[in-house]
């Protein structure tokens, strides 16, 4: 038996990268996966080669995590289709400027917080009542390394956002004790995804590895995906306002 069978989960930012390597995970793990993202196509192929694996398991939603009706008709159709809704994976985010601050666009600043950190706060609003109709639930959010350090080049906007959703992590973590559902965060670090891989030659890859990494390698996509199953899993069922790690000791260096 899979570790999330019986589990419903929406996952944000499904399209690509972590995101469409947690929807292929969750659903080997026996997840009915509801995968969002606003790259039609892209999540179309990803949902299809789901569904060609594990059988009708998955639906595809094109859904812009920073509006509002967006989140209310993804979560409606999500909840009728497949019945119910345990599990959310706040995963969609975006990169912005990494211009100083005499010169940060406000027009980058608005629109990063605007997926990074509002489409966070949104999914939380809108999966909570379908949740304490299932009796609880488990909510992930994927932050960054960037939350806790000031890491280079990680963009003024960017940092800010995946702070706040860090703390939003923790509030939200507080106030839902109480419904049985519990909010945790992941921190990842340098991950190899497709869009590193094509913008970050493997020399400049190697060279931070190098120096900042002890582990001397960035992470893949799975890496991630694992700590979400084991988060949205039974299996951390005393975790709450927990913030994940996971950048091959980083951070201690």
């Known amino acids: 038996m899979g570790r999330l069978s019986d589990k419903v989960a929406i996952i944000t930012g499904a ?10 995970l969750f659903a080997r793990e026996g997840a009915k996966v509801i995968a969002t993202d606003i790259q039609d196509d892209k999540l179309k192929e990803v949902v299809n080669d789901i569904n060609k694996q594990y059988g009708e398991v998955s639906i595809a939603i094109r859904h812009d995590v920073t509006d509002e009706k967006s989140w209310e008709d993804t979560v409606k159709q999500g909840a ?64 960054s390394l960037a939350a806790l350090l000031a890491l280079p080049g990680a963009g003024i906007a960017y940092s800010a956002a995946k702070g706040a959703t860090r703390t ?46 002890p582990l001397g390698k960035f992470g893949d996509p799975e890496d991630i995906a694992y700590i979400s ?18 950048d091959g000791g980083q951070a201690i260096r």
Do not use: C
């Open 15 to 24: 399209a690509s990268g972590m995101g469409a390597v947690t929807a292929q």
């Open 80 to 143: 009728e289709h497949f019945g119910k809704i345990n599990v959310l994976i706040n995963n969609a985010g975006i990169g912005a400027s990494d211009a100083d601050f005499e010169d940060y666009p406000l027009d980058d600043w608005n629109k990063v917080l605007s997926v990074d950190a509002t489409g966070n706060l949104l999914g939380i609003k809108h999966v909570v009542p379908e949740m304490k109709k299932a009796g609880g639930g488990s909510i992930v959010n994927i932050s």
């Open 168 to 213: 939003l992590t923790k509030v939200a973590a507080n106030n839902l004790a109480r419904f049985n559902i519990r909010v945790n965060s992941i921190h990842p670090g340098y991950i190899l995804t497709d869009l590193v891989r094509k913008h970050v030659p493997e020399e400049v890859r190697k060279q931070l590895a190098d120096a900042h990494i």
């Open 229 to 246: 199953v084991f988060l949205a899993s039974d299996e951390s069922k005393f975790m709450t306002g927990s913030e994940v790690v996971a």
